[in-house]
């Protein structure tokens, strides 16, 4: 398996395609459509970092931090996501493209790192734990989809414990 920085017109369609069947067939994720190769193009240009995951030149899965909210004291926190190809769940790709996502994210200089997770959802619960984050809390009734109300456990990574502040500003993109 390689892991590499995306590129958004190529690798774009390839993540939409990943993405699609967690928006259209579960809850994992909120929205209701699946973006298009041109969508998803755009948030990788607008991500911190979005890395592929490849196994003999397909992509295989993605993980990405973008920022995680627009006021300027947030800055130092992004928001990040994993999704593999089904048919490659269980064999250590989300495990591989976080460990390179938060190694990049740290040396931009960030220091918190969230993610969102509907429940139930043991193998993304299981996966956060066991790369160092801990829950921090859960949104109850918090999206209604299929039908039904479901609750967000939220993650929280610490990428510089014990650091004493100010921060330095963060390391510009590209």
């Not at 579960?26 to 890395?51: C, D, K, N, T, Y």
């Not at 909210?69 to 190809?85: F, G, K, P, Q, T």
Request: charged share 25%; with cysteine; glycine share 10%.
């Amino acid at each position: 398996m390689d892991i590499r920085d995306a590129v958004s017109e190529r690798d774009g369609p390839a993540c939409a395609a990943i993405y699609a069947p967690y928006v259209s067939d579960s809850v994992a994720s909120f929205e209701v459509r699946p973006p298009s190769g041109q969508e998803m193009a755009a948030r990788i240009s607008a991500a911190h970092v979005w890395l592929i995951a490849e196994r003999d030149g397909e992509a295989i899965g993605y993980a990405y931090g973008s920022p995680h909210r627009e006021r300027a004291a947030y800055r130092w926190a992004a928001d990040v996501a994993v999704y593999i190809d089904a048919r490659h769940h269980r064999a250590g790709v989300g495990r591989a493209l976080y460990a390179q996502l938060l190694e990049r994210l740290r040396a931009l200089g960030l220091w918190t790192l969230c993610a969102g997770i509907t429940q139930p959802n043991a193998a993304s619960d299981g996966l956060h734990e066991a790369v160092g984050f801990v829950s921090v809390g859960t949104y109850e009734r918090i999206g209604w989809k299929a039908g039904a109300w479901h609750d967000v456990r939220w993650w929280q990574l610490d990428l510089r414990p014990g650091e004493p502040g100010p921060p330095a500003e963060l390391e510009p993109r590209g």
